[in-house]
């Protein structure tokens, strides 16, 4: 035992160090596995580049014939290629576009291997930080860099002197085999000019929004996805108050450790689904929510210093009609439709109801997301609109949430999920994502960012 180390700090240091030890284990198998994928990469765009050379150097016999063919032609007429002629046009133009998607292809194939050296990168930098070696010391044998911003995506130096290649050949057999079209000798001038200038638009764009891409959107994004109900609005304390004006049963919002509150056997009353339902369908639930105090201050700074959109989910399948009898589901009916104002179908009104509550609370939103079919759905099917389809398709980065099970799903998807902390969340799973964060407030979640971006 160490002098001065109780048994049981003891046994927490050698758990650290075992933990550390594995995690060190992991990292370094990380390391050799992606240098050994760049290498493969880098092989990979050498081996494309090589077939792609062949493949266009084919044609170089048949377009010499053809050039022979023109120096024997008299002057000022064309060769003529015969039933052949219509061939040559469209020879050309394959060549040219298979050469554009094999360009496509090596070019993902660089940006792939970039990712890689990204990623060899962080892992250096994990290494040379763990012993916290003095910065003169570790700079006089650092070669290597442990940036993961660097290389970049787009290269000056490499990638574009192969873009550069293909450009070339891809329209250089763009305008021969145009040629025949062209009856007079400034109608060619005129053409190969403007293949030369469509063909080298084409090709630069392609490569600079395949690296722009990669640079900005490509595994992540500027998008923080927010809840609603308990992360943006006060629901606990609001459903106590409009229980009591409703159902006149008084419950202390404080004791609900469950969701639905139905569920909860502290309450001190009992509080049924009827009740729940009675809440739910009133209007004065969802239009009247108190704000959660500094949400929208915090979102709107996350919008102006580090250019965040802002994505709201809430799921709200209301009004519930089944189960009422006729006079309160016609009354419950008529009350939402007046709500909803004229032309609209009674379960768009929740809808409006919910964009008219944001813009009330002056809360900054780029897209709103109103959940109602599949809310819990998490596959890839493009008809599904919820937070868990899009936080996959958008990359969606950060994410704050209130209910506990729907955190965890999301922490698959997102960089960082923050825990709105509540009675009924505090239940800690056995499993806890190490990117899922529990927090007290927006300030709290503000200043976490501030740390870490």
Same mark, same amino acid.
């Given at each position: 035992?160490?002098?001065?180390?109780?048994? %049981?700090?003891?046994?927490?240091?050698?758990? +650290?160090?075992?933990?550390?030890?594995?995690?060190?284990?992991?990292?370094?198998?990380?390391?050799?596995?992606?240098?050994?994928?760049?290498?493969?990469?880098?092989?990979?765009?050498?081996?494309? &580049?090589?077939?792609?050379?062949? &493949?266009?150097?084919?044609?170089?016999?048949?377009?010499?014939?053809?050039?022979?063919?023109?120096?024997?032609?008299?002057?000022?007429?064309?060769?003529?290629?015969?039933?052949?002629?219509?061939?040559?046009?469209?020879?050309?133009?394959?060549?040219?576009?298979?050469?554009?998607?094999?360009?496509?292809?090596?070019?993902?194939?660089?940006?792939?291997?970039?990712?890689y050296a990204r990623a060899v990168n962080g892992v250096r930098k994990y290494f040379y930080n763990s012993p916290r070696l003095d910065l003169a010391a570790e700079a006089s044998f650092r070669v290597l860099p442990t940036s993961t911003s660097f290389?970049?995506?787009? %290269?000056?130096?490499?990638?574009?002197?192969?873009?550069?290649?293909?450009?070339?050949?891809?329209?250089?057999? *763009?305008?021969?085999?145009?040629?025949?079209?062209?009856?007079?000798?400034?109608?060619?001038?005129?053409?190969?000019?403007?293949?030369?200038?469509?063909?080298?638009?084409?090709?630069?764009?392609?490569?600079?929004?395949?690296?722009?891409?990669? /640079?900005?959107?490509?595994?992540?994004?500027?998008?923080?996805?927010?809840?609603?109900?308990?992360?943006?609005?006060?629901?606990?304390?609001?459903?106590?108050?409009?229980?009591?004006?409703?159902?006149?049963?008084?419950?202390?919002?404080?004791?609900?450790?469950?969701?639905?509150?139905?569920?909860?056997?502290?309450?001190?009353?009992?509080?049924?689904?009827?009740?729940?339902?009675?809440?739910?369908?009133?209007?004065?639930?969802?239009?009247?929510?108190? +704000?959660?105090?500094? +949400?929208?201050?915090? *979102?709107?700074?996350?919008?102006?210093? &580090?250019?965040?959109?802002?994505?709201? &989910?809430?799921?709200?399948?209301?009004?519930?009609?089944?189960?009422?009898?006729? /006079?309160?589901?016609?009354?419950?009916?008529?009350?939402?439709?007046?709500?909803?104002?004229?032309?609209?179908?009674?379960?768009?009104?929740?809808?409006?109801?919910?964009? /008219?509550?944001?813009?009330?609370?002056?809360?900054?939103?780029?897209?709103?997301?109103?959940?109602?079919?599949?809310?819990?759905?998490?596959?890839?099917?493009?008809?599904?609109?919820?937070?868990?389809? *899009?936080?996959?398709?958008?990359?969606?980065?950060?994410?704050?949430?209130?209910?506990?099970p729907k955190a965890i799903r999301l922490a698959s998807f997102c960089t960082t999920v923050f825990l709105i902390d509540h009675p009924y969340n505090r239940e800690v799973p056995a499993m806890m994502p190490r990117n899922l964060i529990r927090v007290?407030?927006?300030? %709290?979640?503000? +200043?976490?960012?501030?740390?870490?971006?």
């Amino acid at each position: 035992m160490s002098i001065g180390m109780l048994p %049981e700090e003891e046994e927490d240091d050698e758990d +650290a160090k075992t933990s550390k030890k594995k995690y060190d284990d992991f990292m370094l198998a990380e390391y050799t596995t992606i240098a050994q994928a760049y290498f493969n990469t880098v092989n990979s765009i050498g081996t494309f &580049f090589r077939s792609y050379l062949t &493949f266009v150097g084919l044609p170089i016999p048949l377009l010499v014939a053809v050039l022979t063919q023109i120096t024997r032609t008299d002057a000022g007429s064309k060769p003529s290629l015969g039933p052949f002629a219509s061939a040559v046009p469209a020879g050309g133009t394959t060549i040219a576009v298979l050469g554009f998607f094999v360009m496509w292809y090596v070019i993902n194939l660089r940006l792939d291997a970039l990712l890689y050296a990204r990623a060899v990168n962080g892992v250096r930098k994990y290494f040379y930080n763990s012993p916290r070696l003095d910065l003169a010391a570790e700079a006089s044998f650092r070669v290597l860099p442990t940036s993961t911003s660097f290389p970049r995506y787009f %290269e000056w130096n490499y990638t574009l002197s192969v873009v550069a290649v293909f450009t070339l050949i891809d329209t250089s057999y *763009l305008i021969v085999g145009w040629f025949w079209f062209c009856s007079d000798e400034p109608s060619v001038y005129r053409l190969s000019v403007a293949l030369f200038i469509v063909s080298v638009i084409i090709h630069l764009s392609l490569y600079g929004g395949l690296a722009w891409y990669r /640079e900005t959107r490509y595994l992540t994004s500027q998008i923080i996805g927010v809840d609603i109900d308990g992360v943006l609005g006060l629901h606990r304390e609001h459903f106590a108050a409009i229980l009591q004006a409703q159902r006149h049963k008084n419950i202390d919002p404080e004791k609900i450790t469950q969701i639905p509150v139905n569920l909860c056997k502290e309450l001190g009353v009992s509080v049924t689904v009827e009740d729940e339902i009675t809440v739910f369908n009133s209007l004065d639930y969802w239009k009247n929510m108190p +704000a959660v105090e500094g +949400a929208a201050g915090v *979102l709107l700074r996350l919008q102006e210093e &580090f250019g965040y959109k802002v994505y709201i &989910f809430t799921h709200r399948g209301w009004p519930h009609l089944k189960g009422l009898d006729r /006079e309160t589901a016609e009354s419950v009916t008529q009350a939402w439709l007046r709500a909803g104002g004229t032309e609209i179908e009674l379960s768009d009104v929740i809808d409006k109801i919910t964009r /008219e509550w944001v813009e009330k609370q002056n809360i900054p939103c780029d897209r709103l997301v109103v959940e109602k079919k599949y809310p819990h759905y998490s596959g890839p099917s493009p008809l599904v609109r919820n937070r868990f389809t *899009l936080a996959d398709r958008k990359h969606i980065q950060l994410f704050v949430e209130d209910d506990l099970p729907k955190a965890i799903r999301l922490a698959s998807f997102c960089t960082t999920v923050f825990l709105i902390d509540h009675p009924y969340n505090r239940e800690v799973p056995a499993m806890m994502p190490r990117n899922l964060i529990r927090v007290k407030s927006w300030g %709290e979640i503000y +200043a976490r960012l501030r740390q870490s971006l």
